[in-house]
């Protein structure tokens, strides 16, 4: 049923989204200069990232299957303390467990790299269906006012990019980052031009080695709000991190009100400064006006992208925004959807990404929800499209 | 500064919102006939709540501390499978360590009252600091699309009730309720009028001891969609529940896409239905309508109503809502905020309840954030009320 | 196969070794006036107690199913600090797991029966298979020099006798105590003439409700060695307990040399002490010196009872002994042991009993050992018997 | 008080025995071609050999610090079944807790290293102070028959040398193996020869690449008895192993009962032969017979050595036999034993190895025990000598 692509010259491979995750991950360690330590414990649909990455070791990939979810995420903190690049793959379940560990790195300000491969919830759910209901967890789903960059990969090698992005973005700004994916991306598989990592962008992550003037754990660059990476060690780099708050001008604990206010609003503005470091809200498809647009994220990207080419090829004023950055949203977004006359917000889940743009732009975005464990068919898409614009 | 109070007849004692919640909790136990059965871990400031209820065991109460946040829970939902009241009590990371055992209760749709009592965060933040940042943790910490109550007391006294109202929701629904308080309401102190129990409305719990026609373990009641609370063991209602989706009429484990969206669509209209039996939204102060509505929930309620009640003494046009209920939210508050020019939200978080409002209703409800993990001070709500006015 | 039995007058019913011993546990609860609280985790052959005793809270029985088997434990230690009998129940890799667990109780000198329905071992084993291979690991498997009273039945029925002897020698002697049983008791019936109550001997505990003169959390009874069972929150009598070693005249911690070595001889000497409590060693079956000593323990009792009661038919100097009480041993035993040629030692296991009685007696007793997980047949030992006659 | 040592010429340092201890780790690392995980908890006084260990990961040496003492030991299980030489430390507290996966490694036949550097016990008991009191709990401290190597070193320097020895057996017989060290080997210190590697005798080991004809996980070697240690993943090698009793002949589960007996009776002839492969008992000290033998294991070592040295100056017929070797027992003991009149123990617990002297060869084996925590002084052991050749 699918035709005949025509694809850009290259080599080809069909890779599934897991090992596309896993291969994209080892890339951002190469881009990085990083070893990449994993953590994790076998839940499906994540396993098989998990598998795969134990096959890279010649690539200095160290795995580590741990006794539960809990122990897996703190290994990968411990690594990233350590100055390798910590990683945990799992599904919603297991980001639920790891909450109060995410938290911790959010505290630490220590890059961190979760894989939510999200299946059919709640609780246990229906393992082996897709779904993209971790959304609101991987948004707020912590204790106290804690922010983390959220991304999400929309094709099964998207999974290869966007995993780099999510390294890139972790070390840059010293954050934990959360990246979606979901079953139907872990398991899908497409034909994939293998990218040369020559053409891939490198990250070099060089560890002070020296004492820097003033230098305190939580002295930031006031560019990226960064704090400085000190590995464990270094001599003249002693140094304390740890859950309680810290005082912003010396990096010891701190009880101070007033330095908490501000530790809490420096902590949201380095999350949502990075989004002048993404690509700015772009349709897919279509003009940057119209009758009616729609926004998805994460793997429905095919069946949205083609309900809208074919709602275009029927004269509809239509166009597509594909999110792979949910936290911070992409700049420019407010401005795009203000130039069409409604939206909807395509999503398997009960609506979530809708009550976030409602929330951050109050547009009436209108959910049109599949909470089936299967993908959406394009003719439920476009169905949706022609409801919506009636 | 405190003018002297004019209270009502009646016997009073102090009491701080830690013995309160204590209390109510034992209460609701005596208004169900359940036994109450907590399972906690020791965290600050929710410690003395195990304390207190420890002391209450000639009242029935059972105190288990468990050895960690997540076996605590686990044993609370035990008891609520065996019948009796589970309830955990614990703060902020404690939730986040809880998070998956609570979705687990959400899915085997049993009894479980969650009491947070919130302090600064993130992670291990300012343990003894008050602060109200649990609030998006509490709505949407978990994975899937995975709802339940969310109730917020207000002062130390109110925590009776509300621990109560939680039961009450908690056993007519069959469902996890959390019930959020705070450091300031734990440890802070009001004279109380200790209520008659005449006075209080019982609920009585009955289980079913025979076996209804066409008895399975979801079988929901058309009004609450609640589903039966059989005790395992009752000849004749043998079941079995889990965290696997279950079939709507069989309770069979089931993988049927349509009945997971119905499902999860079911869950979802059981908790948003609770909304027909909470009060409507009504002003604590000033009118229905006018220039300025703050909005408030939790322990800033005596801040605000001063703040306001000053506020119209100057002539200003401003009322103020305080919820207890933030999941549902209670019947009218749309129509409420409509009556008003303006809405603005104090919270001691960066803004939470702002998030829930502005994406439930579109208004563009301004928050003022105090993130010192230190009450508001009238003063400050006042300025506020001015800034918003002017 | 089995002649028709005359049984003394009663009330019989056939009863299983955990049925038995889930009855005698809370008969010790009604005899010494204490709450039971078992702390468990399922586990083969074991986890009929805990059904069996979750049936019997009407008679102040609280079980807790906990999470792994040393949350099982220290829950059942946690309870025997607060006053009650606090027990737990498990197979053999329960108790290598518990290991640590009892040590500490141990060193707090709380009452607590560790009941091993011992299986086919090493590790995991064979589950569902008989053995005794536990004893070495009842008498040694903790760590330093840390005693412990061990017990073990001969029977199903005498299940309900042995856990009423543990449950008065660890309140008396304030120390755990560990009841051997094994597969074949625990799923054998037999029947068994139900106890009146009144014939049972009563061993009440009362706890000081005041501070004796010089009290001190170690201040120990000089007849028994047993330090005071104070419930913690007994005003005056207030104090702390832990692993650390204690001093011996203050019960504070202490790391003084010659303290060490007076407490660890006074424990020793606590655990030696109790032989002048129990039977004097006994032939079973025989006269008190002979040709061929048989000594047994556990469930081989009936099929050794019977081999040498053949043994004797055919003229043989044969006797038996079978010890109820391993640690300490009962008193002159040595004594018995001298008036017999040889000493054989029929054990499910591969010579256990035989390795403290040669170290202990310097006797050379030979071990007839089956290691199949099966009980012995008769005629295995009476094969036995004459070869270690000729 | 230390008379002026001569020592041979070579390179010297001093070296305490917990570094001696990581090096010798090393050192078997590279003598037999494996890479060294270890997998620790911090206790006292184990830790630092973590610590030295982590320092050395530019040999091959991966170490792992595990959320507990389980969780350390399972992680060593594990990478020896991946093909490393897996190691633990800890000490007697970690011994009890790690009895459990300890017993699974025996049920394995894996390699695996057990370090307890011993402390005071039982219980906490004395984290600071040195003892002997886990010899029980190292031979017999698993449930089920589980025998497993029991080494000890006498000296800090020793520590290597033992370390070397204990992987040779663990992966020449494929058997967990017990080192026992102490805190006053740990953290004592003594001028050290460092030997030269080329003067170390290799084991290398090598994998089986092919399926070799019959291959089944627990066909053994009939020299060793030893299993083949065959890597997971190897093409043709696939094959199961696990906690439960296996086949003899397929390695496949079995509950047979003469299997069982049959393995149980392997698994204790494959420690047992290891007599074959270890120096026979000779005197460090005296002659092979005479009037009274000194036999003591591990750090008593230099104590006993002074003080038979002095005894025999004085014309005593004395002799000292010092145990590296505890399970088995080295060849030719009970032989040399029978030439003494009497046989002392001299060690810092209430009387461990003088209870299997006694078990094993029927010797009134008199204890020497010293349990404070303290090492023996030289005129200590004197007394001892002199009072029993009185």
């Known amino acids: 049923e699918v035709p005949k692509a025509k694809l850009p010259a290259g080599t080809y491979r069909n890779i599934t989204g897991n090992d596309a995750l896993a291969w994209g991950l080892t890339a951002a360690s190469k881009l990085s200069g990083l070893k990449l330590v994993l953590g994790s414990y076998p839940i499906t649909p994540a396993s098989s990232v998990l598998h795969a990455l134990a096959k890279l070791k010649h690539f200095g990939v160290t795995t580590f299957q741990a006794e539960d979810e809990i122990a897996a995420v703190c290994a990968a ?41 999200q299946r059919g919830g709640p609780s246990t759910g229906m393992p082996t269906k897709t779904e993209q209901s971790d959304l609101l ?64 962008e490198p990250f070099p992550v060089s560890f002070p080695t020296e004492r820097p003037e003033g230098f305190h754990p939580y002295l930031r660059d006031p560019e990226t709000l960064a704090r400085p990476w000190a590995i464990p060690g270094t001599p003249g780099l002693e140094h304390r991190i740890g859950g309680l708050e810290k005082d912003f001008d010396s990096g010891n604990i701190s009880y101070d009100p007033d330095n908490h206010h501000k530790m809490t609003k420096t902590r949201a503005a380095k999350v949502a400064g990075i989004a002048k470091d993404i690509p700015a809200a772009a349709p897919e498809v279509g003009e940057t006006s119209g009758d009616l647009l729609v926004i998805g994220w994460g793997s429905t990207y095919g069946a949205i992208t083609q309900a809208v080419r074919r709602a275009r090829a029927a004269g509809k004023k239509v166009s597509q925004v594909h999110l792979r950055y949910i936290n911070p949203l992409p700049p420019g977004l407010g401005e795009l959807i203000a130039g069409f006359d409604k939206v909807i917000v395509p999503e398997m889940n009960n609506g979530m990404l809708s009550k976030i743009l409602r929330s951050e732009f109050l547009v009436d975005a209108v959910g049109i929800n599949k909470i089936s464990g299967q993908p959406f068919k394009v003719s439920e898409i476009q169905k949706a499209i022609e409801e919506n614009l009636a």
Not at 147 to 161: E, H, I, K, Q, S
Not at 185 to 190: D, K, T
């Open 77 to 117: 903190v411990g690594a990233s303390w350590g100055g390798a690049l910590g990683i945990t793959t799992t599904s919603g379940p297991g980001v639920a467990l790891k909450g109060e560990a995410i938290g911790l790195a959010i505290m630490l300000e220590l890059p961190l790299i979760v894989c939510d491969i």
């Open 137 to 200: 967890q991987a948004v707020y789903g912590r204790n106290g006012d804690a922010p983390m960059p959220v991304l999400a990969a929309c094709t099964p090698g998207d999974c290869f990019f966007m995993a780099i992005e999510a390294a890139r973005i972790s070390v840059k700004y010293m954050t934990p980052v959360m990246l979606l994916t979901d079953g139907y991306l872990a398991n899908g598989a497409e034909p994939w031009k293998i990218p040369a990592m020559a053409d891939l």
